[in-house]
């Protein structure tokens, strides 16, 4: 490990926010970020703020640590609901926004880090940030490498009013991906300014924790290919397509560990795991906080193609086999069919149409594709040193005012 670097300042503080409460997406993207900074920088803490019910089931490093603001949770229909409290969702929403703001009054930030959503969820960031930008803060919006298909992207920031904060809020604009990659941006109106504050990091690079995640007992004994759900909530096609394969042909060569992810519902669980009783060479663990030491000794990966999968198979340089959703977004189908030109990765589509026969073909035909590592693109895995250097630059200028003057000014 390298060793950690003085800063100038005894006490940096770096406040970062993750809305998601379903899904771990966000949540684990914002956890490496923070884990690369407080292992490059000796005087640096890291707070953050998220919805995850689970983010307790993760551990953290020293001068890491979290806020968990009430859970909402997506319906079907677009709407929010309040995850586990009995209220109202403008009510949770209120609540939320209360404590998000009190946080980052209490913790006085040199870095805000708002991940993915410009104004968060239904805006209950905006505050804060007038709030810190009066402060002096450095205001980051962080973006992965593909938000959504322009048609899509376009209304809803209009809808949200989203272009104005990227004008006058935010200092910068990290994108965690490559421009050759993709434009998250692309088909936007967006001002010269704006472009201007967009910095491309490059993507995250993931490293297996030097303690084993689970025991020796969990894996298979013979190589096998990792199934991974991500989260799980939205898995249920992935994992019964691979299933379906498995079963129709008897003869696939190698085993397959399936993780079906916290947020699976149990009755699918369960079906599953029925299933998987009946196939000798699969087996299934319901989560694992440290997935990475599963990839590490997986000979290949099959995924639905979110973004930390993508870094993690890039990361460890292993054959993947992505299958995308489309609903609600196009986000994994526009990565994987870029990465599959690029030649880092296979994609095999199914939507409506999942015949195991397509599935058990690729999945033999998996360990034989070419590792990532044999596409040369420069500052591929770069993302994690470069945000330690924009931090450092940033860190070695000085705050404009305190914030709790601020505070006492506005309120």
Same mark, same amino acid.
């Given at each position: 490990m390298?060793?950690?670097?003085d ?28 884990h ?6 000796? &005087? %640096?803490?890291v707070? $953050? ?6 983010? #307790? +089931?993760?551990?953290?490093? !020293?001068?890491?640590? /979290?806020?968990?603001?009430p ?12 995850? &586990? %409290?009995?209220?109202? $969702? ?6 939320? #926004? +209360?404590?998000?703001?009190? !946080?980052?009054?209490? /913790?006085?930030?040199d ?13 209950e960031?905006?505050?804060?940030l ?51 990659f ?37 894996l298979?004994?013979?190589?096998y ?7 799980g ?16 042909d ?75 959703r489309?609903?609600?977004?196009l ?10 030109e690029?030649?880092?990765?296979s ?12 599935m ?16 040369v ?23 404009t ?11």
């Amino acid at each position: 490990m390298v060793a950690g670097i003085d800063l100038i300042k005894d006490d940096v503080r770096i406040l970062i926010y993750s809305h998601d409460s379903f899904g771990l997406g966000h949540l684990r993207r914002c956890r490496a970020i923070a884990h690369a900074l407080v292992g490059k920088f000796n &005087s %640096l803490s890291v707070l $953050i703020l998220s919805g995850s019910p689970i983010i #307790g +089931s993760f551990d953290f490093r !020293t001068r890491v640590d /979290f806020v968990r603001v009430p859970g909402v949770i997506k319906l079907r229909n677009g709407d929010y609901t309040s995850l &586990s %409290l009995h209220l109202d $969702i403008d009510q949770t929403m209120e609540l939320r #926004g +209360s404590i998000i703001q009190h !946080t980052a009054e209490a /913790f006085n930030p040199d870095i805000f880090i708002v991940d993915k959503e410009p104004l968060g969820l239904r805006g209950e960031v905006k505050d804060t940030l007038s709030i810190l930008k009066q402060s002096g803060a450095l205001l980051v919006l962080g973006l992965r490498d593909i938000m959504d298909e322009p048609e899509l992207l376009i209304p809803e920031w209009k809808r949200k009013n989203v272009l104005p904060a990227l004008e006058d809020l935010y200092d910068q604009i990290w994108v965690y991906g490559l421009p050759q990659f993709y434009d998250p941006l692309s088909g936007l109106d967006i001002s010269d300014l704006i472009r201007r504050k967009m910095i491309y990091t490059g993507y995250l690079r993931h490293t297996a924790p030097s303690f084993p995640a689970v025991s020796s007992t969990t894996l298979p004994e013979n190589p096998y290919i990792l199934v991974t759900a991500g989260g799980g909530g939205d898995g249920e096609n992935l994992v019964d397509w691979v299933l379906s394969a498995y079963e129709l042909d008897t003869g696939i060569s190698q085993d397959a560990l399936i993780v079906l992810g916290p947020f699976m519902q149990n009755d699918l669980q369960e079906s599953f795991l029925r299933r998987i009783d009946n196939l000798k060479n699969v087996e299934a663990i319901t989560f694992d906080s440290h997935i990475e030491h599963l990839i590490q000794h997986a000979s290949g990966v099959v995924a639905m193609g979110g973004y930390n999968t993508f870094c993690e198979i890039l990361s460890f340089d292993k054959p993947g086999l992505v299958v995308p959703r489309t609903k609600p977004r196009l986000e994994q189908f526009i990565r994987a069919c870029r990465a599959q030109e690029l030649g880092l990765l296979s994609c095999l589509q199914g939507d409506s149409i999942r015949e195991p026969r397509a599935m058990a073909t690729a999945l033999r035909q998996l360990t034989q594709q070419p590792k990532p590592s044999e596409v040369v693109l420069p500052g591929l895995l770069d993302g994690l040193e470069n945000i330690n250097k924009l931090v450092a630059n940033r860190l070695a200028k000085q705050r404009t005012a305190p914030l709790e003057l601020v505070s006492k000014i506005t309120s």
